[in-house]
């Protein structure tokens, strides 16, 4: 009777669906990100780039539940996540935030709860240098501080020693302070470097001031609204500062493809003058790699932003964070399917994450590099002027982060990027050092003689008062290694109470 029960179990089991380590068949995905339309990366304008790689990535065994909620670039963020895991609809997977304050706290939480956090934003230092606060975070665009290498190794190249950073700093989402701040915390080791901010909103911007300050440098980056650097730009051709001598920058990476041609001209009298000042102006932005089926993807962003009345102007063109969202979802998909092969489940957000990290996939504009830490490798591009006629721009520099290499390109010129009147030969020595008149050699004699005296008088002068000076000097340079630390600080330090 055994027998018979063994071999009835053995066909049951037979006949049974083999169980496999298929995807769940639904991924839950919550999308942070702002509803006004006045950011580049708000939901109307990114909500399409998900969607299209939700339908190329979905399958039989594998389906994506996207929801978008209203990060406003604040606490919305944070409330959107507890109130849906409240509610028990804890998601899978979360695409975002882009700001810098509302993401440090979603990441936190995030991270506490095992979810995998993608994001084409939260490019600020803090989540580099803390990152044991932030361990289910990967960054599917360049950070600042990828940025910074690139500045880096342009001044290694050149020679360039002295830096001003200028920034334009609102108080609020600081974009550019957190820019600024990844070229500072790259270069301040090995270069001098000082940085200037300005608030355009509350306060008239002071050229005076922003002048004294470059003449005393060599390299000038700023990250400021476009009609700010018009005039920082028209300041210094006033002064006769764009002759070469200093080399400037502006940063300029989320509407890379926007920027460079016309940036000058505004149809006022000051136009033929920002046009001669933008001779000398770089403007540093993302290095775009396109490939056919990016024109796709470009021409379906477009439609959707004619529906829904964003086909307008500069919006129209896709930008990186509606490129970076897209990737971000492909990226989680194929480390979710390595994942499974290896028996864990889409709850497993630290195994998934793991996965993403120190990889390579092809993105939708290229391939996409991911380092050990969860970063995306920076490609970014130089741009200048090449047509001082027309004044039309054209990149001179590619930077590649996966090498750490520079690409000078057919439109470089050597000469925009040297420092001149700049290097001071010293004086040759004479040919032959005994050739002295017999005038000379009895002046050198009594002020040798003199010189000795005046000597030891000070030396008598100076042992009744060696002490007191001692003392005075140690405590001057202690207040001042105090002043530098703090002003290294207050620039590092300011993202960590975010």
């Known amino acids: 009777m055994s027998c018979l029960v063994s071999f009835c179990l053995s066909l049951w089991l037979a006949a049974s669906p083999v169980r496999t380590s298929a995807p769940d068949e639904d991924i839950s995905v919550l999308a942070l990100l702002p509803r006004n339309n006045s950011y580049i990366f708000s939901i109307s304008r990114v909500s399409p780039a998900i969607e299209y790689a939700r339908r190329r990535l979905e399958s039989p065994g594998l389906r994506f539940s996207v929801d978008y909620a209203d990060s406003n670039c604040h606490n919305d963020a944070l409330f959107a996540l507890v109130d849906r895991a409240m509610g028990g609809r804890t998601?899978?997977?979360?695409?975002?935030?882009?700001?810098?304050?509302?993401?440090?706290?979603?990441?936190?939480?995030?991270?506490?709860?095992?979810?995998?956090?993608?994001?084409?934003?939260?490019?600020?230092?803090?989540?580099?240098?803390?990152?044991?606060?932030?361990?289910?975070l990967t960054r599917v665009a360049p950070t600042y501080l990828k940025m910074g290498e690139t500045f880096y190794a342009m001044f290694e190249y050149f020679g360039w020693k002295k830096a001003l950073l200028v920034f334009d700093d609102d108080k609020e989402e600081r974009n550019c302070f957190f820019t600024i701040e990844g070229v500072h915390n790259v270069l301040i080791e090995q270069h001098h470097i000082e940085h200037l901010s300005i608030n355009s909103k509350e306060f008239k911007v002071d050229l005076d001031e922003i002048m004294k300050f470059v003449q005393d440098s060599e390299v000038i980056i700023m990250c400021a609204g476009a009609d700010i650097v018009r005039e920082i730009m028209l300041a210094a051709h006033r002064r006769k500062l764009t002759n070469g001598r200093y080399i400037f920058f502006n940063i300029e990476l989320f509407n890379s493809s926007l920027y460079g041609d016309g940036s000058w001209y505004r149809g006022?009298?000051?136009?033929?003058?920002?046009?001669?000042?933008?001779?000398?102006?770089?403007?540093?932005?993302?290095?775009?790699?396109?490939?056919?089926?990016?024109?796709?993807?470009?021409?379906?962003?477009?439609?959707?932003?004619?529906?829904t009345g964003l086909h307008n102007g500069n919006f129209e063109n896709v930008n990186m964070f509606m490129e970076g969202f897209h990737d971000a979802l492909v990226l989680y998909t194929i480390a979710l399917e390595e994942a499974r092969k290896s028996g864990y489940t889409k709850k497993d957000g630290d195994q998934i994450t793991q996965r993403m990290w120190n990889r390579s996939f092809e993105g939708i504009a290229g391939q996409v590099n991911i380092d050990v830490n969860g970063e995306r490798y920076g490609d970014f591009s130089v741009m200048a002027m090449t047509d001082y006629d027309a004044g039309t721009y054209e990149t001179v520099i590619n930077y590649f982060g996966i090498n750490e290499s520079l690409q000078l390109l057919p439109g470089f010129n050597s000469d925009r990027f040297s420092l001149h009147g700049r290097v001071r030969t010293p004086e040759p020595l004479p040919d032959d050092p005994c050739g002295l008149g017999v005038s000379a050699v009895t002046g050198i004699i009594v002020g040798a003689l003199l010189g000795t005296a005046l000597l030891m008088a000070f030396y008598f002068f100076r042992k009744n008062y060696r002490i007191t000076i001692e003392r005075r000097t140690q405590r001057e340079e202690c207040n001042m290694g105090k002043h530098r630390q703090l002003r290294e600080d207050s620039i590092r330090s300011n993202f960590s109470a975010a």
């Open 91 to 136: 998601p899978d997977l979360l695409l975002g935030p882009v700001c810098e304050y509302a993401a440090s706290q979603v990441v936190r939480l995030a991270s506490h709860w095992n979810i995998p956090v993608v994001s084409a934003g939260a490019l600020a230092s803090g989540f580099s240098l803390m990152r044991s606060e932030y361990t289910h």
């Open 268 to 307: 006022d009298k000051y136009d033929s003058d920002a046009k001669h000042a933008y001779a000398s102006l770089n403007t540093m932005t993302l290095l775009r790699s396109v490939k056919p089926e990016f024109e796709n993807f470009t021409m379906e962003l477009r439609k959707s932003n004619k529906k």
